[in-house]
């Protein structure tokens, strides 16, 4: 009997068996914890088809649902110094650096790409959540300033896609040192007419929307997007309150004036095209009516004797 079954069966059952199912073809919604289809969800660009919960995304993947197809020409940034400070703590930075490289395949959270939306010309930076959480140190606020070069040069609108916790701890002044710059080369854009849209993503956090992020012409939302400068429960540690329902949700940043719209992954390219297609225009989509002399005459003549 154990011939049969420690040598037989276990041939039989390699001959007929169905080959192992990979691990990664579906993928549980945090929302609500339906199962899905890895291949439906990359072509409804990671939106549950269930509730409607909006995953994040890559950098990457970011610049190729944005632009046209066909038109992304990646921008060259600049190389910047690693670990300037020789920071550890529980981990060298260096390490930690080459462990988000090798996870996302980039070199840094943010990348840069000048292409067409909806055929208007423009350039995006987007940032990497999954890279070191999107953190704004050296690299980025170089690819920030390298970004709104090209829009001026190209006379481009400059869209930031955001997806950050903030600034980049490892880095410290010289991270903190990015904000005011990434302010200026917004301001650099403004001061050559050019606009300046901001995408809002999950989470927008810290030091980020404490500068370029929160300063745009437009600010756009994806649906359910945390947006805000320290986390819930630090907050509520803080003011020792229980936080409403939404607190920092993207849909009650609306109600409050503090961005423009909320527009769902799927319609944010076409939304965006009709954005820079009315910010870029230089002049109105009227006709205007002029009115000649004899016209403005009677016009007058008739309002005084009235």
Not at 115 to 125: D, K, L, Q, W
Not at 234 to 243: A, C, K, M, Y
Request: with cysteine; proline share 5%.
């Amino acid at each position: 009997m154990s011939w049969l079954t420690n040598f037989v069966r276990p041939k039989i059952r390699a001959l007929v068996g169905k080959a192992d199912m990979p691990d990664n073809l579906w993928i549980k919604c945090p929302s609500c914890e339906q199962m899905l289809f890895h291949r439906e969800l990359a072509a409804n660009l990671q939106v549950c088809n269930h509730c409607g919960h909006h995953m994040r995304m890559g950098a990457a993947a970011r610049l190729a649902m944005l632009l046209d197809d066909d038109s992304e020409e990646r921008i060259a940034l600049p190389v910047t110094q690693h670990d300037p400070l020789r920071f550890r703590d529980t981990k060298r930075y260096s390490d930690r650096l080459r462990d988000a490289q090798a996870k996302t395949g980039e070199p840094e959270a943010a990348l840069v790409a000048r292409g067409t939306i909806g055929g208007h010309s423009v350039v995006v930076a987007a940032l990497d959540f999954a890279f070191m959480g999107g953190s704004m140190g050296i690299a980025v606020g170089e690819a920030l300033l390298a970004a709104a070069e090209a829009a001026v040069a190209d006379r481009s609108a400059f869209v930031a896609v955001t997806s950050s916790g903030g600034a980049r701890m490892q880095e410290g002044i010289l991270s903190l040192i990015q904000m005011p710059r990434s302010v200026i080369a917004v301001e650099q854009v403004r001061e050559a007419g050019l606009p300046y849209i901001v995408v809002l993503t999950d989470p927008t956090t810290g030091g980020v929307t404490a500068s370029f992020a929160m300063v745009g012409d437009v600010h756009v939302a994806e649906p359910g997007a945390t947006v805000g400068f320290a986390g819930r429960r630090v907050i509520q540690d803080t003011i020792r309150e229980e936080l409403p329902d939404g607190f920092q949700r993207a849909e009650t940043m609306l109600e409050h004036g503090m961005i423009d719209m909320v527009v769902p992954r799927t319609c944010l390219r076409e939304v965006l095209a009709r954005l820079i297609g009315l910010l870029m225009a230089p002049h109105p989509p009227t006709t205007v009516v002029t009115l000649s002399a004899a016209g403005r005459g009677a016009g007058h003549r008739a309002g005084a004797d009235a």
